[in-house]
Antibody, heavy 122, light 111 residues
Framework: EVQLLESGGGLVQPGGSLRLSCAAS????????MHWVRQAPGKGLEWVSH????????NYADSVKGRFTISRDNAKNSLSLRMDSLRVEDTAVYFC???????????????WGQGTLVTVSS | QSALTQPASVSGSPGQAITISCTGT?????????VSWYQQHPGKAPKLMIY???YRPSGVSNRFSGSKSGNTASLTISGLQAEDEADYYC???????????FGGGTKLTVL
């Protein structure tokens, strides 16, 4: 059974940093592209970042570019999101989501974690 | 403001069919057959319902179908059931600097 489990959320002051983690199980993480998607309280979904299976390509939403860094450790079945210079508007539930199998084409997220809440407030 | 435009709400009675639209541009919905739809119940993670415009993942009811015409994609749910009441989001790949975009979401109410 595919499972994604996020951790690392919490309360942080504006300008602070936080590192989110996503533990993957039930599939070969090394074969899949992965994403982070967030949802502000009471709002819609927003794609945040993407990393290819080999970490060769990383993409970011304009709203987080230069502040967030995505990474992965396939040997440890883990995905991470380092968030620096946090702003109040970064407050959201952050979901880890599985993307396409490597060398495939398309755009969808077929498995999601339950999310971890990040609150940026003074 | 979301990159893809969805109606804020739709409603229907049990057994009826409803359609949710998702309007983008020639850089996203209109450019690729890479539109997906997600169902989200309150407090839960989103669930993939449709991918590549019209394909259903294994385990998703055939009451859910997707289509696209020009820059507008659509999700149709037939034979509405109480359990279909949820928020629905479309998403599309885009050729812009942002890799992908979501719609603002549509709240489906089953009357």
């Amino acid at each position: 059974e595919v499972q994604l489990l996020e951790s690392g959320g919490g309360l942080v002051q504006p300008g602070g940093s936080l590192r989110l983690s996503c533990a993957a199980s039930g599939f070969a993480l090394s074969s899949y592209n992965m994403h982070w998607v967030r949802q502000a309280p009471g709002k819609g979904l927003e794609w945040v970042s993407h990393i290819t299976s080999s970490s060769s390509t990383k993409n970011y939403a304009d709203s987080v570019k230069g502040r967030f860094t995505i990474s992965r450790d396939n040997a440890k079945n883990s995905l991470s999101l380092r968030m620096d210079s946090l702003r109040v508007e970064d407050t959201a539930v952050y979901f880890c989501a599985r993307g396409l199998e490597m060398h495939s084409s398309g755009w969808y997220f077929d498995y999601w974690g339950q999310g971890t809440l990040v609150t940026v407030s003074s | 403001q979301s990159a893809l435009t969805q109606p804020a709400s739709v409603s229907g009675s049990p057994g009826q069919a409803i359609t949710i639209s998702c309007t983008g541009t020639s850089s996203d919905v209109g450019a690729y057959n890479y539109v997906s739809w997600y169902q989200q119940h309150p407090g839960k993670a989103p669930k993939l319902m449709i991918y590549d415009v019209s394909y259903r993942p294994s385990g998703v009811s055939n009451r859910f179908s997707g289509s696209k015409s020009g820059n507008t994609a659509s999700l149709t749910i037939s034979g509405l059931q109480a359990e279909d009441e949820a928020d629905y989001y479309c998403s599309a790949y885009t050729s812009s600097s942002t890799l992908g975009v979501f719609g603002g979401g549509t709240k489906l109410t089953v009357l």
